[in-house]
């Protein structure tokens, strides 16, 4: 049994402040819904089904409205006519705006075809209405303080469905794989296996490492200007411009690189009629407007350096993943590879040597929205070569690394990436030492111990090397002439010495031969 707080007076169609700011409506979907109903009697029911008088907002609107009821109750046809007639019967023509306002609706739908569009906008306006009505009330209620906050609950509770008995969320369009399949375009590389044409690919890497410079090469080889950098040649019949989004101020160096380089000016494309306009994704139609940009100048790929500083806003805020969102639909539209160069977050204590999508700096929606992930690093820091690789690839399987150098020429790529540097362990570093003592000769074993301590090397990790490294044990004289254990390599290492022909082969095969080690030696 439903609870009432107080009786409440009836509502009207306005809010306490609608002087100030009127409740939602849309006089032009009004008018549209109902010219659509004059001309097209089909149109009759399916307005009918979605629009009620209460939804419209002017009063002559829902007299109108009432007017097409009447007709449509007495089984009369819905038509300029007979909804003139009815307003005349009723004493509401003049009120509404006489016969020449119903003539004018007549005028306003582009086409009566819509009418179930127009309808539920006008639809959604009186519920949200409705709604801010509800609200204002449980406002009044709460405020006189009711002894029963549970009756105000119940009482709150149907104010609301009241006015949203007649929300329902919008109907989902549905299609089948083979019907999707006829309009939809297979995936096309621009690059195989790296730069899918139609889709985002986020190229990451630490301040430094060369990401313009490579993305440069990567581009311009889209052109026909170049290879690959893993050697494969472009489609001959795809090459195309490479629009170029520089929003942070380089675009002297990046022009200047490529004479330094001898890479081909005229086929890079920069926005603004100097080149020098700076675009931000944040802008409503920025993205779409690159799209356009895309088409107009036939580039088949956009770079845009960097994500970071085309967005005014937050990396990890809810307004990236829209933006990128946007991004993707314009790539697959236009059939373009979208590229943003992005940063890496700096590398924790805990982490390793391998790059992961949880370095990508930012929200994680940045990782989600790139089909295609690239990584650029230098895994070794002893080494002056670098590491392009794919991370992550939604379109099939990761390729092999490709290492490459950066110098005064430009950009070498190099068939194999360095491989990521790893701090020798405690016996690793024993046997460094044992290899690098043991080269020319063998050497007594107590001196070994004491160069191992002076390098940081216990005895038994030493002990465990020269048992990993199988080395022989011999006993030799020292440098007083006392026999003491030697460790040695074995006999076959070390390079027979140049001898007297009357030296006896046989003395020099005594001097470097000697069991293999025992586990007391």
């Known amino acids: ?54 939804d419209f907002y002017p009063e002559a609107h829902r007299a109108i409205f009432r007017a097409m009821e009447a007709c449509r109750e007495r089984g009369e046809p819905i038509d300029m006519i007979t909804v003139t007639d009815e307003l005349r019967r009723n004493g509401q023509l003049e009120a509404v705006g006489g016969a020449q ?47 029963d906050v549970w009756a105000f609950k119940c009482e709150a509770d149907e104010l609301l469905r009241e006015a949203t008995e007649r929300i329902h969320p919008p109907e989902l369009g549905y299609t089948t794989g083979e019907q999707a399949a006829a309009h939809l375009k297979e995936t096309s590389w621009r690059w195989r296996g ?133 991004a993707a639909v314009v790539a697959r539209d236009k059939g373009i590879a979208i590229v943003f160069i992005h940063h890496l977050r700096k590398k924790s204590v805990f982490e390793g040597s391998d790059v992961t999508l949880d370095r990508l700096r930012g929200s994680s929606a940045i990782a989600a929205a790139a089909r295609v992930v690239w990584v650029i690093d230098k895994p ?47 016996q690793e570093k024993a046997q460094e030492l044992l290899r690098a003592q043991l080269q020319h000769r063998p050497q007594p074993v107590q001196e070994l111990i ?22 022989a044990a011999p006993s030799l004289p020292d440098s007083a002439g006392k026999e003491v254990t030697h460790w040695a390599l074995p006999p076959t290492y070390y390079e027979t010495p140049e001898t007297d022909e009357t030296e006896s082969h046989e003395s020099h095969e005594s001097q470097f031969s000697w069991g293999r080690p025992t586990e007391t030696d």
């Open 194 to 326: 790296w730069l899918p044409a139609g889709y985002i690919t986020v190229v990451a890497g630490e301040p430094g490492v060369g990401k313009t410079a490579i993305m440069m090469y990567v581009a311009l080889a889209d052109t026909g200007s170049g290879q690959w950098p893993d050697g494969s040649s472009p489609q001959p019949e795809k090459p195309t411009n490479v629009l170029w989004i520089d929003a942070e101020g380089c675009q002297a160096l990046l022009l200047e690189r490529m004479d330094k380089w001898g890479l081909p000016k005229d086929r890079v494309i920069l926005p603004g009629a100097d080149g020098l306009d700076q675009v931000q994704l944040d802008e409503p139609g920025a993205i779409e407007t690159i799209g356009e940009l895309a088409a107009k100048t036939q580039a088949g790929v956009v770079v845009i350096d960097s994500l970071r500083a085309t967005h005014q806003g937050d990396e990890n805020s809810s307004e990236m993943s829209r933006i990128l969102t946007r």
């Open 450 to 471: 004491e160069k191992a301590a002076d390098d940081g090397i216990s005895r038994a990790t030493l002990y465990r090397a020269r048992r990993s490294m199988h080395l």
């Open 101 to 147: 306002y119903i003539t004018e609706l007549t005028q306003q739908p582009p086409t009566a075809a819509h009418v179930s569009r127009y309808a539920s906008i006008v639809a959604e306006k009186g519920a949200a209405r409705r709604m801010i009505e509800a609200a204002a009330e449980i406002q009044r209620m709460g405020y006189n303080d009711p002894a």
């Open 1 to 54: 049994m439903r609870q009432t707080v107080q009786s409440r007076p009836h509502r009207e169609q306005t809010t306490p402040d609608s002087q100030q700011q009127p409740p939602p409506h849309d006089i032009p979907a009004e008018q549209a819904a109902l010219g659509a109903i004059l001309i097209e009697p089909s149109a009759v029911e399916r307005a009918f089904a979605i629009v009620q008088k209460e």
């Open 380 to 426: 070794d820091p002893n080494n002056d070569a670098g590491r392009l690789q794919v991370i992550k690839s939604n379109l099939g399987g990761l390729p092999p690394p490709i290492g490459y150098l950066i110098n005064e020429r430009g950009v070498q790529f190099l068939p194999e990436a360095p491989k990521p540097y790893r701090e020798p362990t405690a």
